[in-house]
Structures are given as structure tokens and as C-alpha cells.
């Protein structure tokens, strides 16, 4: 296990300085191969007190390290385990990977990595208090479409979920974008999902919206928003209204912004402390 402090936020955020953060190698024994994730813990830890976990999902091009790297506040996740006093895990996985498990290939089932795997690995190799009632999970892009639909999958494992600009709905047909990018997620889509997948009402379990009687059902602390100028803004008002339609319990937000890490570096924060009313520790 490799451990290293990252000097780049030790002189914009004097105050943070002392968190702690750890590259790690996991190995997936369902993919066959060994991922990367960072380890941030608060400068409280120890090794004695045990910690509430939060998981932070990057979104579809991105990488473990994004959430250290390309926020817009330096140091933001060291002073966010340090402020709410709990270890924030930032996994990686495959591009345009959805944190589903595919039906057809192998080297794709990241809902098993996650919740079989990392999860497990993580709360054997760090005091973390290994619970549902103290584990929560966030992301972005398609990291908010992994959090929601992991979350609603798996309700043993998370007390609360939340998605910053999440791909609710991985039918491109809803995205404001261009045709040539719209295609090359349908194209990986069907290479990964096969070729029948339903993008209609009732919609498929691989999507989150496909997932909402779940939702209802697991009583998950939910939390959703979006920038009025993000193109995946129709995917969030769809979620919305069928979560409103079904009677799930949520909360959801509008505010100004598009896909961009400005957005998400100030939508942390909010979702911290949301997620930090249902935490136990």
C-alpha cells in the first residue's frame, strides 16, 4: 500500500494539512484485473477510532484521482474528511462503465466490485465503522447515476445517496448533445448492455430511473441536483418526477451551472451536509 500526502494542498488549506491520504490497489477477483482507489482520512485517525465511510464516484471519463485533482478548491476532500470526521474512499473504474455489471462482458461488472469487493477490502484494511447506518455514497456524471443506482440495488450497504449532475437516465435520447457523441455511448452501451436494451417506459434496471419502486421501497436517504445548463438536466427532471409520482421521499435541486468541475466542487459541500444528518457513528 503506497501512502502519500498531497503537498499541493498543504498552502491554500494550512488548517487541512495533516489529513491523510492513501493510493490503493485492489484486486477484483470478478474482472480479473486490479484497480486503483484513494484513501483520505481525517487527521483524527489513528488507527484506534472507528470512522463513518463516504464514497465518491467519479463520473465517465474520469479517474480515482479526479476529486484530488481537478476540483476547483484545492484540498477540497482533505477538508472535507476533516470537517465531517470520516474517511472519504474515491474509486476508479472503467470509462463510460455506468457501475453496472454487464450481462455480456466480463471485464465489466464494476456493481460487483463495489459493493462485493472494494467495500469489504475497505472496512477490512481501515478502522470504519461497517454498517449501512454509518456508509453513504455520492458522485458525479455517471458517478450520480452509480451512487443512485448502487444505493437502490443494495440498500444493506448505504443509509443515504445523493448525485451531483448524475446521468439518470442513460438514454441519450435525453441529453443535449451532439449526435456523434450521442451514437458512441448508445454504441457502448450495446456492446456492453447488448443490443435489447429498454429505453422506454418501463425502463430498464441497468438505468436508475429503471429503478424507483426500489427507491420507495428501500427508504434511502436521497438527494439529487443539477445545473440548469447541464445537458443531462432533463435526465434529473425525469428522476424527479417519478420519484414525486411514486411518493419517494427525496430532495432535488436546480441551481445555476453546467457539467463542470466549478459545479461540483461548490455542490460538495452541500452534499456533505446532507449526508452528514443520517450518518451514525
Known amino acids: 500500500m503506497k501512502k502519500f500526502l498531497i503537498l499541493l494542498f498543504i498552502a491554500p488549506n494550512i488548517l487541512f494539512a495533516q489529513a491523510k491520504v492513501d493510493t490503493i490497489e485492489v484486486f477484483s477477483k470478478a474482472m480479473d484485473k486490479t484497480l486503483k482507489a484513494a484513501v483520505t482520512m ?21 479517474a480515482f484521482s479526479d ?33 453496472y455489471d454487464s450481462p455480456v462482458m466480463d471485464s465489466v461488472q464494476y456493481e460487483t466490485y463495489i459493493t462485493a ?5 475497505i472496512d ?3 478502522k470504519t465503522l461497517a454498517n449501512k447506518e454509518s456508509r453513504a455514497i455520492t458522485g458525479l456524471s455517471m458517478g450520480g447515476h452509480g451512487a443512485i443506482m448502487l444505493s437502490a440495488k443494495h440498500p444493506e450497504l448505504f443509509i443515504a445517496a445523493t448525485s451531483m ?17 450521442s451514437k458512441l455511448r448508445q454504441d457502448q452501451k450495446k456492446e456492453m448492455l447488448g443490443e435489447d436494451l429498454q429505453y422506454d ?23 439529487m441536483d443539477c445545473g440548469v445548463d447541464d445537458f443531462l438536466l ?22 445555476p451551472g453546467a457539467h463542470t468541475w466549478e459545479y461540483w466542487t461548490n ?8 449526508i452528514d444528518k443520517h450518518l451514525s457513528r
Do not use: C
Not at 463516504?54 to 471519463?61: D, N, V
Not at 484530488?68 to 463510460?96: F, S, W
Not at 443535449?176 to 457523441?181: A, I, L, P
Not at 455542490?267 to 451536509?273: K, N
Open 42 to 62: 481525517p487527521s483524527t485517525y489513528d488507527g484506534n477510532k472507528q470512522f463513518a465511510t463516504l464514497y465518491l464516484l467519479h463520473g465517465g471519463s474520469g
Open 267 to 274: 455542490a460538495l459541500p452541500y452534499h456533505l451536509l446532507f
Open 234 to 255: 432533463e435526465t434529473n427532471r425525469q428522476m424527479h418526477q417519478l420519484l414525486l409520482e411514486n411518493g419517494t421521499e427525496h430532495e432535488y435541486t436546480e441551481r
Open 201 to 223: 417506459s418501463p425502463f430498464s434496471t441497468y438505468t436508475a430511473v429503471g429503478l424507483v419502486d426500489k427507491m420507495k421501497e428501500n427508504g434511502i436517504a436521497l438527494l
Open 124 to 126: 477490512k484494511t481501515y
Open 165 to 181: 449532475s448524475g446521468v439518470m437516465n442513460i438514454d441519450t435520447r435525453l441529453w443535449k448533445v451532439s449526435e456523434d457523441f
Open 117 to 121: 469487493e472494494l467495500i469489504p477490502h
Open 67 to 99: 476529486w484530488h485533482q481537478k476540483v476547483t478548491e484545492p484540498g477540497l476532500i482533505n477538508r472535507m474528511a476533516e470537517e465531517y470526521d470520516l474517511i472519504i474512499v474515491t474509486p476508479g473504474v472503467g470509462p463510460a462503465s455506468y457501475y
